[in-house]
């Protein structure tokens, strides 16, 4: 039986990492697909990438789920719903980001030849692609159906390992035709799959076992400085697995398996608490801009994609 402790508050460190974690995202949005048409410079290009990998979307559904803990409105058919609305938001933005801009310029002549621009795929890819969008609300749907089954927060942390683990096996499975396309939001192996939910979900899983753990501490300096302490083993034993077996474990960014997992989430613990160390030394006025942001980050998400996406089309016909 799940129950929740009845102090529950807002966890500034959280706002902050995730404020942080869209600015990233959006830099890197707008150097990858504005700014390379003008200049190129290969360490600015990897200092970001670096930055986004780690700090950008891991941290968001790292906080998605310990949030889920934390939340009033966190009962399985709240975090159901609002699930099932952000996967749909998913395809509603990939329509709007490339897929009508493309269509609109193909039907106006403006663009000739649509595989020529942007990433060089078919038109309807940009309308099926799969981006963090879908995995979060795949992702709550799991987390609404653990909850409904009352499973211990403690289980989370299994399943999340078992996500982890099993992930490259999923990718050896080879499916065609119309089935393809369905499977592709939970493992897909496409070039239009950017976040899929394995091996994506260890994330939020994770991150509600840390949230369970948060809200039952009595002082979180104390609960944090433990972290930094237990978190040594797991970091070790991400860079290990990464070295085992290379040809199983062997990873990139976007198809990572258990190793690198192990290594972002130890990170992402140790960052957060550091801004939970810090967060003290920030004007009131910066404080109130991160919380502001963060509260706001899907719609920002959303924003920025559309400006900085229909930009690129535009960008790319020169």
Known sequence: MITDSANKKRHLEFDIARAIAIFLMISQHVWYLIFKHFTSNPYIETALFILVAVFSAPVFLFLMGANTVNSRHNKPRQLFVRGVKLFFLGY????????????????????????????????IYYLIEIDILQLA???????????????????????AFIVAFITPFLWQINISGFFKYIIDPFWGTSSYVTFPLFPCLFYPLVGVYFGNLLLQAKDKTIFYKDCLI???????????????????????????????????ISII?????????????????????????????????IVQWLLIAWTAVFLSLK
């Open 92 to 123: 509603l933005l990939s329509a709007l980001r490339f897929y009508i801009p493309i269509i609109l310029g193909s039907y106006f002549g403006i663009i000739t030849n649509p595989e020529n621009i942007l990433y060089h795929w078919k038109p």
């Open 137 to 159: 609300g795949l992702s709550l749907m799991v987390i609404s159906l653990l909850r409904w089954k009352q499973i211990k927060y403690k289980y989370y942390l299994l399943i």
């Open 230 to 264: 237990k978190l040594i083993p797991v970091f070790i034993l991400g860079i290990l697995l990464l070295f085992i077996n290379p040809d199983f474990f062997k990873t990139s960014y976007y198809r990572h398996s258990i190793g690198l997992s192990l290594i972002f």
């Open 269 to 301: 613990i140790y960052y957060l608490a550091f801004i939970n160390f810090n967060y003290k030394k920030l004007s009131a006025k910066i404080t109130k801009i991160l919380t502001t942001w963060s509260q706001n980050v899907t719609l920002i998400y």
